[in-house]
């Protein structure tokens, strides 16, 4: 039994269709299944990373967990549960800012998942790090709410028009990740992940608006307009950075997930096409 946490996001959810896809036996962690809508044929718990009791009865009969984590402090009873329980590997989506080498990480996403990987080091169990290139994360999508501005019109606003991505479609980290909970080749193992093409913000916005039918345009904004706009979660001073990085060469691209799953990853205007109910009102 495989079990995955942040089932309801993206990369979740779709571990969870593609598990029952493949008539494999799979438990799914949120925090309100009934409103969920997973696949009927996993079985969806109630569950929280900051809960120790929901946890420990989660992972009854569990081998290996899908761990995405938002919550700061979970890690030791989280843990401490999975030995409890039985539980032989933890698959973790880490970030690429990690560094095994630097005396300090270079800001708190790169600590925050840090911190963690030391905790799976250190815990006994199996682990596999999936390190998500902060350009891959589609973070112009969740960070400035793209969806929501497409509903209301034409313009998409962001900073950095010509700052390049690589945005990695949640289905194919999703057959990574099933394949390192799958495979005992893939323990103790760091992968680096992107997706398959390096595209500016303003490219990214006129995929969108191909795939929608629909003339998009992207309006750039200032660095400290972009910074007021953005998301009260999104880590503002790390997304910024990497994209000023990213404005005269391309981002980052690897064949990690051609390697680990036999086919090159999915382009963004197929993202794109599969996700354009999300920008429909």
């Known amino acids: 039994m495989i079990l995955v946490t942040a089932a309801t996001a993206p990369v979740g959810r ?34 929280d990373l900051g809960d ?14 899908f761990l995405l984590a938002v919550v700061p402090g979970f890690a030791p009873a989280f ?7 039985g539980v032989r590997r933890i ?7 990690v560094s095994d080498e630097a005396p300090e990480q270079p800001h708190a996403v790169a600590e925050f998942h840090h911190a963690i990987e030391q905790e799976l080091r250190e815990s006994g169990l199996e682990w596999t790090f999936l390190r998500l ?3 891959a994360s589609n973070a112009l999508q969740w960070a400035f709410d793209v969806p929501a501005q497409v509903k209301t019109g034409d313009v998409v606003r962001g900073p950095y028009a010509d700052a390049a991505d690589a945005p990695i479609h949640p289905a194919d980290f999703a ?11 893939h323990a103790g193992e760091i992968y680096r992940i992107t997706g398959p093409e390096s595209l500016t913000h303003a490219e990214q ?12 345009r992207y309006e750039e904004l200032s660095v400290d307009a972009a910074r007021e706009a953005m998301g009260p979660y999104a880590p503002a001073d790390a997304l910024l950075d990497d994209w000023a990085r990213h404005i005269h060469e391309p981002a980052p691209v690897n064949d990690t997930v051609e390697k680990l799953i036999g086919r090159p990853g999915r382009s963004y205007l197929q993202w794109a096409r599969d996700y354009q109910a999300d920008f429909v009102s």
Do not use: H, N, W, Y
Request: charged share 25%; aromatic share 2%.
């Open 91 to 97: 698959v973790f989506q880490s970030s690429e800012s």
């Open 14 to 47: 779709s571990i969870v269709e593609q598990l029952v896809a493949a008539g494999r036996p799979v438990r799914a962690l949120t925090r309100d299944p009934e409103k969920s809508g997973l696949p009927a044929a996993g079985e969806v718990v109630a569950g």
């Open 205 to 216: 916005i006129k995929l969108l608006g191909e795939a929608l039918g629909r003339p998009l």
């Open 133 to 135: 290139e902060l350009s």
């Open 175 to 185: 057959a990574v990740a099933i394949e390192a909970l799958s495979d005992d080749r």
């Open 79 to 85: 843990l401490a549960a999975a030995k409890d329980a």
């Open 52 to 65: 120790p009791a929901s946890l420990r009865s989660a992972m009854e009969g569990v081998s290996a967990i």
